[in-house]
């Protein structure tokens, strides 16, 4: 499990292990995620930099040496610096593509071996709303992203007859830290308070409010799950209906 020391995919962890799954818990925060690793059942907790040249396969033998290969693999990360499209230079499309690409692609290389050869599989990444309605003023974001579901979409077909799943889950607004920092960071821009930027945002939700984490983390369990067997190469959304088109 990606980065799981907080946010969104520190809840997966939680919903996985509360299903029964053996659980790894990884981050930069080392002491965070073995923190997070003793209240579940069956888990161990694991400081990686996903983004160090050495990060995948660090997170992969530290999964390996606790539980064996897994069975789910769920692709989480930091979401790249905002801002507009114009004025992209290739050094920060090389940077989000390592972030939001290259590193993913790595792991699935060492997780996917295994999976196909047991004839069970479950690769969920955790995306974004920008992967269907790009989202303004987060270029890098949008770019990475596309990026990846283009090669999820590719790969959830080449491997469907071996019994492994490839979804994306993308959020809307989902309350967490990174929420917050990007409601501060429009206020900020824009001269206003959080508040007016948050009621703002809250008026393009249907559902009224951000979503909960668990809320989110009870979708990804579902798609993690055995029950999701015919669900490939889907881009599922939990977004309290934020995304308006079909
Ligand atoms: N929340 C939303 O509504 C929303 C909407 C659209 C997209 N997203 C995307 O979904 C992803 C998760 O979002 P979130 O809201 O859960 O963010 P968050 O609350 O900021 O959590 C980010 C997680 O990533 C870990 N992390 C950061 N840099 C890392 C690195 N170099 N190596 C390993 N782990 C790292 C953090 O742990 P450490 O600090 O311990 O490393 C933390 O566990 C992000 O890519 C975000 O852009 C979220």
């Known amino acids: 499990m990606c980065s799981s020391t907080g946010g969104l995919g520190e809840a997966i962890a939680r919903a996985l292990a509360a299903e029964g799954a053996s659980t790894v818990v990884c981050g930069r925060r080392g002491e965070r995620a073995r923190q997070i690793a003793a209240e579940l059942p069956t888990a161990v907790g694991v400081e990686v930099d996903l983004l160090a040249e050495d990060g995948p396969a660090r997170l992969w033998e530290a999964t390996v040496a606790a539980f064996g290969p897994p069975d789910v693999l769920v692709l989480n990360g930091p ?65 990475g992203r596309a990026a990846l579901a283009g090669y999820l979409k590719t790969l959830a077909a080449e491997v469907a007859a071996d019994g492994v799943t490839v979804n994306l889950l993308l959020p809307g607004r989902i309350e967490t830290e990174r929420t917050t920092a990007i409601d501060t960071a429009n206020a900020e821009r824009a001269g206003r308070t959080l508040d007016e930027v948050r009621r703002a945002s809250l008026e393009a939700i249907p559902a009224g409010r951000y979503g909960r984490p668990a809320e989110f983390a009870a979708t990804a369990a579902f798609l993690c799950g055995g029950p999701a067997s015919y669900l490939t190469g889907s881009a599922v959304r939990c977004d309290g209906g934020y995304l308006r088109g079909l």
């Open 79 to 143: 979401g790249p610096k905002p801002g507009p499209a114009s004025g992209v230079g290739p050094a920060e499309v090389d940077a989000a593509l390592h972030s939001l690409l290259r590193q993913q692609v790595r792991l699935l290389g060492m997780a996917l071996p295994a999976m196909r050869e047991r004839g069970w599989g479950r690769i969920l990444a955790v995306g974004s709303s920008g992967v269907v309605a790009p989202i303004p003023n987060l270029a890098l974001s949008n770019l």
